[in-house]
C-alpha cells in the first residue's frame, strides 16, 4: 500500500534509531530560525516537544484549550513513568523493556518504534532530574523505584501519587523559559478546529478564541499535534472533562489516517460510578496493587448482603474471600496488566459477586499491607490516593478496603504516524498519546509518560528536521492564502449551524446516551451483534443531535456549551468508527476483547494469521463508509505467544 | 457512606457576561441533589435546567475533576474551594450541605485575577510570573545520569511539598491583600530544596517577587489565611524561605 510508508529502518533493532538519527537531514541553525512550528496541546508531549524544538532555535507556537499549559490532564497520571535504568539491579535492561511493552500490548505494535521507546526512556528521568523533578528518593539519597503491572523488575520512577504533575510541571518550566525568551508564542484558551493544508502539506491551523469567540488563523511550516486521546467518548471516563478528540479528528478528516481506533484502555483500579449525576471517573493509581488485595467474597449470599448494605467488607473472614487475581494468575497476581484485571473484575461483577449497591465493584484492600508493613509505610506511599479516596466516598481506606470497578482510561488507537511520527498529511506530526504508535492493543502502567516525553523531548525534535530541510526555502505561511479563507469559512459555517440548531436538549444529554452505547456495546466485551447495534444507535443519536441540540449564550463570548458542542459532534463520529474497527477486529487482544474469540477458561484468543495488522482508517467524505488499509506488524525479534501472566 | 438526598438548595452566585459588564448574585433554585455528587456535578445538573429554561448556563472553571489540575477555582460560602479542608472545588462533595441550604458562590476576587465571565477567571499573572523565572535553565540533552549526585531524602521530600502547589490561586483569593506570597514561594522552594535548582536560586526569587509586585498582588502580612485554605496544604514556610533567598539576593547585588 504506497500510502503507507512507515519508513521503518533497516538493520538490526537495537542499532535502527542510532542509523536513522545518522542518515536523517539537519536543519542549520540560521535556517531553524525562519521556521515556524505549530504545536497544539501542552501536555507531557505537547509541552516537551514545543519546548525542545524552541530549544533548537525553531519559532514556535504552542495552543492549548485550558488557561495554562500546566492543566493539561497530564497531571493527573499518579503513578509513575518507566525507564529502564537497571538502578535496581534486577536484570532489566532496554530488551526487557522492550519486550514487556510489546507483550503487554498483545503483539500490536512495532518492534522498532517500541524499542526505541525503550532505548531513549533513561534520558528522559536524567533530563527530568535535571529539570528539578522532585522524584521518591531512597534514604541514600538515590532514586527509588517501585513495580507496575505486567512486568517482573522494578523500573517505575515516581514522585508521591503526583508524578505526572511533576513531570508536567518540568516541561511546562522548561516551555516556560522558552516562553520568557521569545522563542515559544503561547496561546493558552485556543482550541484548535481544523489542520489547514497547501499543496497537500500542513501549513497552519484555525483556531478559536474562546474567551472572545474569535476564529482565528496560524501558519507554520509544520504543526505537530500532541492533543492526548478520545475516551471522553464514553462521556464517563478518567479523562478531564475538556479532553476530546477533535483535533486528531480533523487531522483524520484532512487526510491522516486514524489507526487501531478500538483499542481504549479500561483501567480495572477506579471509584465505582455513585448514581446518574456522576460526570466523570476517578483513578486509584495500578501502584495500589502493589500492596493491596483485590478480591470478593467468595459466596453469593455474602455478595448479595454487602450488595444491601446489610453488612461490610471486614465482617467477612478471610476463607470466605476469594481473591480472585491470586486464584487466576499466580505468578502475576494481582500485578497483571490492566486489561486482564479488568476483564478478571467484570467477570466476577457480572456472575453476581459484586460489593456495592449496584453490583460493580471489588475490594481493593490494604489490610494486610498494613499488618505487614505499618500504616505509616503504606500513608507515604499512597497518602494522597487515600486522601482523595476518603474525600469523595466518606470511607477511611485505611479501615475499610477501597472499592474499584473498570473505568475508560486511554486511547491507544489514534492517528497513525511513520517512525518519523508523521501522519500520512507531509508535515503533519501527532506525539503522545493521540497516535497509535507504541502500545498496541494495551499499555502498561506507568509507560504514557514515557512515551509523551520520548516523542517530546528525544524523536520528534531529531525527526521533524528530515522534513523541514526541504522547507528551508519556503517562505512564512501566508495566511491569507485561499486555503486559510477556505477552511475559516468552513469553521465558522460549523459553528454557526450549531448554533442556529436552537433545539430543546442541551449537550450533555446527546453525550450520556453517546456514552451509554459505548459502553455496552464498545465497552470491556463486544460482539459483532452489539458492534452493529452501536453503528446503528449512534447514526440515530448524531440525527437526533444535529436536529434538537440547544447551545445557549453567544458566539462571541466564552461559551463552553458550544466547546462541548463542537466536540461531542466529533465524539459521535469517532465513536463511530470505534465500532466499525472493533466489528472488522474479529479477534481478542490486548484491550480489545471479542466474545466470538476467546479460550475455554474465557482469556483473550488473538488471531495471528489474520489480525496481526495495523488497521489504518481514510476519511471518505461526510456520510461515506472509511476505506480500511493494512499495514501488517513483522516481528523479527519477538516470538508471538498467547499472552499468559499464568 | 450511604447517599442521602438534598431536596432542595438554593444556589447564589456571582453574573457577569465579561470583563467590561458589571456583574450581580441571581438566587436559582435546585432539587434533588445526592450527597454523594460532587459540588461540580450539583453545577453540572443546574447548568442543563438552566439550558432547558433558556437562561445562559453559568461559566465556570473545571478541568480533571481529581484535585490536581487547579483548574476549578470558586469561592464558596465565603472560602475557597469551600467547606472543606484539603480540597479543590472539584472534589466537594455535596454531602458538606444541608438541606435547604443557600450556597454563595463567587469568583476568586483578586485585582490581578479579573473576571472574564461569571465565576471565570483570567490567571495568567500566574503564568507571567513562572516565566519570570520559575525553571532551571537547562535544555534538553546532554545533562548528567539522573544518580550522579544524591540528593538528601529529607530535601528531595521538603521540595516535593512545595512541588504540590497546582497553581489554582486559592492562596491568592483568600488573603485580604490579594497576595501571591504562597504561590511565589511554593516554586521558589521546589527549586531551591533541589541541587539543581539551587544555582539559580538567588535571580530567581528576586525575578519573580519583582515581577509579582508588577502584576498587582498586594504584599504579604502574615495572616496565614493563605495555608488555611490552600488545598494541598503548603505551608507558609516556605514564606520564610522565599524572603531568605529574596534578602540574599538583594543583599548580594
Not at chain 1, 46 to 66: D, T
Amino acid at each position: 500500500m504506497s500510502i503507507l510508508e512507515s519508513k521503518i529502518p533497516a538493520g538490526p533493532l537495537a542499532e535502527k534509531w542510532n542509523n536513522h538519527k545518522s542518515a536523517i537531514k539537519v536543519v542549520s541553525p540560521a535556517n531553524k530560525r525562519k521556521l515556524e512550528i505549530i504545536v497544539v496541546g501542552t501536555g507531557l508531549g505537547g509541552a516537551s516537544a514545543a519546548a525542545s524544538l524552541a530549544e533548537l532555535g525553531y519559532n514556535v507556537k504552542a495552543f492549548c484549550y485550558q488557561d495554562s499549559p500546566r492543566r493539561a490532564h497530564s497531571i493527573a497520571a499518579q503513578g509513575g513513568i518507566n525507564a529502564a535504568k537497571n538502578y535496581q539491579n534486577d536484570n532489566d535492561s532496554v530488551f526487557r523493556l522492550f519486550y514487556d511493552t510489546i507483550k503487554g500490548g498483545d503483539y500490536r505494535a512495532r518492534e522498532a518504534n517500541v524499542y526505541r521507546l525503550a532505548e531513549v526512556s533513561p534520558n528522559i528521568i536524567d533530563q527530568c532530574v535535571a529539570q528539578g523533578v522532585p522524584f521518591g528518593r531512597e534514604y541514600g539519597g538515590l532514586l527509588d523505584n517501585r513495580s507496575f503491572g505486567g512486568v517482573l523488575v522494578s523500573r517505575t520512577f515516581y514522585a508521591r501519587g503526583q508524578t505526572g504533575q511533576q513531570l508536567l510541571i518540568g516541561a511546562y518550566q522548561a516551555l516556560n523559559r522558552q516562553i520568557s525568551k521569545g522563542n515559544v508564542e503561547m496561546f493558552n484558551r485556543h482550541e484548535m478546529l481544523d489542520v489547514v493544508k497547501i499543496d497537500g502539506k500542513a501549513r497552519g491551523i484555525i483556531a478559536r478564541d474562546m474567551v472572545s469567540g474569535e476564529i482565528k488563523r496560524f501558519g507554520a511550516h509544520a504543526v505537530v499535534v500532541a492533543t492526548g486521546g478520545y475516551g471522553n467518548v464514553f462521556f464517563l471516563s478518567t479523562n478531564a472533562m475538556g479532553s476530546n478528540g477533535s483535533a486528531a479528528w480533523q487531522c483524520y478528516k484532512q487526510g491522516a489516517l486514524m489507526s487501531n481506533p478500538c483499542f481504549v484502555q479500561i483501567h480495572p483500579t477506579c471509584i465505582p460510578v455513585h448514581g446518574d449525576q456522576q460526570s466523570k471517573l476517578t483513578l486509584m493509581s495500578e501502584s495500589l496493587r502493589n500492596d493491596g488485595r483485590v478480591w470478593v467474597p467468595k459466596k453469593k449470599e455474602d455478595a448479595v448482603k454487602l450488595q444491601k448494605g446489610e453488612i461490610r467488607a471486614n465482617d467477612i473472614p478471610d476463607e470466605d474471600r476469594d481473591f480472585y487475581l491470586e486464584r487466576r494468575y499466580p505468578s502475576y497476581g494481582n500485578l497483571v496488566p490492566r486489561d486482564v484485571a479488568s476483564r478478571a473484575a467484570k467477570e466476577r461483577c457480572d456472575e453476581g459477586f459484586g460489593v456495592n449497591g449496584e453490583g460493580k465493584a471489588v475490594f481493593l484492600d490494604f489490610k494486610y499491607s498494613i499488618e505487614r508493613l505499618g500504616k505509616d509505610v503504606i500513608e507515604a506511599r499512597y497518602g494522597n490516593l487515600f486522601q482523595m479516596y476518603e474525600k469523595i466516598t466518606d470511607v477511611d481506606p485505611y479501615k475499610e478496603p477501597m472499592m474499584i470497578y473498570p473505568a475508560i482510561h486511554y486511547s491507544m488507537g489514534g492517528t497513525w504516524v511513520d517512525y518519523n511520527l508523521m501522519t500520512t498529511v507531509p508535515g503533519l506530526y501527532s506525539i503522545g498519546e493521540a497516535n497509535f504508535s507504541d502500545h498496541g492493543a494495551n499499555r502498561l502502567g506507568a509507560s504514557a509518560l514515557m512515551q509523551g516525553l520520548a516523542d517530546g523531548y528525544f524523536i520528534l525534535p531529531y525527526t521533524i528536521g528530515d522534513y523541514l530541510a526541504d522547507e528551508i526555502m519556503t517562505p512564512k505561511i501566508d495566511v491569507k492564502a485561499p486555503e486559510f479563507d477556505a477552511a475559516e469559512r468552513a469553521v465558522s459555517g460549523r459553528i454557526e449551524k450549531l448554533f442556529n440548531i436552537k433545539g430543546s436538549k442541551p449537550v450533555d444529554y446527546f453525550h450520556k446516551k453517546l456514552g451509554q452505547t459505548m459502553w455496552d456495546n464498545v465497552g470491556m466485551a463486544r460482539n459483532a451483534e452489539g458492534l452493529k447495534k452501536a453503528i446503528t444507535d449512534i447514526k440515530e443519536i448524531r440525527a437526533e443531535f444535529w436536529k434538537d441540540v440547544r447551545i445557549p449564550g453567544e458566539l462571541n463570548n466564552l461559551n463552553p456549551e458550544l466547546e462541548k458542542a463542537g466536540r461531542v459532534a466529533d465524539f459521535l463520529d469517532i465513536g463511530e468508527l470505534m465500532a466499525r474497527d472493533a466489528l472488522d477486529r474479529n479477534e481478542s487482544c490486548g484491550g480489545h476483547f471479542r466474545e466470538e474469540s476467546a479460550t475455554e477458561e474465557g482469556e483473550a484468543k488473538r488471531n495471528d494469521e489474520k489480525f496481526t495488522y495495523v488497521s489504518c482508517w481514510e476519511y471518505k467524505g461526510e456520510g461515506e463508509e472509511p476505506t480500511l488499509h493494512k499495514e501488517d506488524l513483522v516481528f523479527e525479534n519477538v516470538k508471538l505467544t498467547q499472552r499468559s501472566y499464568k | 457512606m450511604a447517599d442521602k438526598i438534598l431536596k432542595k438548595l438554593k444556589i447564589k452566585v456571582w453574573r457577569q457576561n465579561n470583563a467590561k459588564s458589571k456583574g450581580k448574585f441571581e438566587t436559582y433554585t435546585i432539587e434533588n441533589i445526592s450527597t454523594g455528587s460532587s459540588f461540580l456535578e450539583m453545577m453540572d445538573i443546574l447548568n442543563n435546567q438552566l439550558i432547558e429554561e433558556g437562561i445562559d448556563p453559568i461559566a465556570f472553571d473545571h478541568d480533571c475533576r481529581e484535585g490536581i489540575c487547579g483548574t476549578c477555582s470558586l469561592y464558596i460560602n465565603g472560602r475557597p474551594h469551600g467547606p472543606d479542608t484539603e480540597v479543590t472545588t472539584c472534589q466537594l462533595h455535596m454531602r458538606k450541605f444541608k438541606d435547604g441550604e443557600t450556597i454563595t458562590i463567587e469568583p476568586w476576587r483578586a485585582r490581578a485575577f479579573p473576571v472574564i465571565k461569571d465565576l471565570v477567571v483570567d490567571r495568567t499573572a500566574f503564568e507571567k510570573i513562572l516565566q519570570a523565572g520559575g525553571f532551571v535553565s537547562v535544555n534538553t540533552g546532554g545533562v548528567p545520569d539522573a544518580n550522579t549526585i544524591p540528593i538528601n531524602r529529607d530535601d528531595a521530600e521538603e521540595s516535593m511539598d512545595a512541588a504540590a502547589c497546582i497553581g489554582c490561586g486559592a492562596c491568592v483569593a483568600a488573603c485580604k491583600n490579594s497576595s501571591a506570597m504562597l504561590f511565589v514561594s511554593a516554586k521558589v522552594s521546589h527549586l531551591a530544596k533541589l541541587p539543581q535548582g539551587k544555582v539559580e536560586a538567588k535571580s530567581r526569587a528576586k525575578n519573580m517577587v519583582s515581577k509579582m509586585d508588577e502584576l498587582g498582588f498586594g504584599g504579604c502580612t502574615n495572616t496565614q489565611a493563605c495555608e488555611a485554605e490552600c488545598p494541598k496544604s503548603i505551608s507558609i514556610t516556605n514564606i520564610a524561605r522565599l524572603n531568605r533567598e529574596y534578602l540574599v539576593a538583594r543583599i548580594s547585588e
